[in-house]
């Protein structure tokens, strides 16, 4: 059973670059057909996706955060990551990384607990 | 973009009771990229329908999930304290991935 865990700071000034990473057990990164995903949340709002990093390295983004987003796969193969630069007050959230499921292919089965991260100075 | 839009947006019930959401694309989702999520405070989400009707691993049956197209529905059949919560549905069939508003069920 595969469990994901983010990790990264809480508080990060505007402008600067917001770095998360997700802690993989149970199994790599880099073998198997899935999607790495991150999704956030802001406080009382909706799930929105900021995008997926296939095993292989390759990536697809949202458009709204294409610009500033950055994902990468740990050579280490028990990790993921994400950078979003230029953050802003608005990109305050709760940051999930999920996968999805071997049987049923891009559905999100698999989630981290979730970090808060608070964009302010 | 494929936009979701979920209502109502709270759905107040007693335990017992059965429970109706709908989701409506903006336009056509295939099935199979049809997500149902339950959130509870403090919780990450938990998958609970996929391919528009196919309960997830520990999914109690009284949850179903139906539709197609632009139309899609969650059905509780008979609630239980703990599926007081909000639910999202999500598709997964062209990028950018999308979520609905959330529909809030309350007591």
């Known amino acids: 059973q595969v469990q994901l865990q983010e990790s990264g700071p809480g508080l990060v000034k505007p402008s600067e670059t917001l770095s998360l990473s997700c802690s993989v057990s149970g199994g790599s990164v880099s073998s198997g057909s899935y999607f790495w995903t991150w999704i956030r949340q802001p406080p009382g709002k909706k799930l929105e996706w900021i995008g997926n990093i296939y095993y292989t390295g390759n990536t697809d983004y949202n458009p709204s955060l294409r610009s500033r987003v950055t994902m990468s796969l740990d050579t280490s193969k028990t990790h993921f990551s994400l950078k979003l630069s230029s953050v802003t007050a608005a990109d305050t959230a709760v940051y999930f990384c999920a996968r999805d499921s071997a049987v049923i292919p891009r559905m999100l089965a698999y989630w981290g607990q979730g970090v808060l991260v608070t964009v302010s100075s | 973009e494929i936009v979701l839009t979920q209502s109502p947006g709270t759905l107040s019930l007693s335990p017992g009771e059965r429970a109706t959401l709908s989701c409506r694309a903006s336009?056509?989702?295939?099935?199979?990229?049809l997500a149902w999520f339950q959130q509870k405070p403090g919780q990450a989400p938990r998958l609970l329908i996929y391919?528009?009707?196919n309960r997830a691993t520990g999914i109690p049956d009284r949850f179903s999930g139906s539709g197609s197209g632009t139309d899609f529905t969650l059905a509780i059949s008979r609630l239980e304290p703990e599926d007081f919560a909000v639910y999202y549905c999500q598709q997964c069939g062209g990028s950018p991935w999308t979520f609905g508003q959330g529909t809030k069920v309350e007591v």
């Open positions: 336009q056509s989702v295939s099935s199979s990229y």
């Open positions: 391919g528009a009707s």
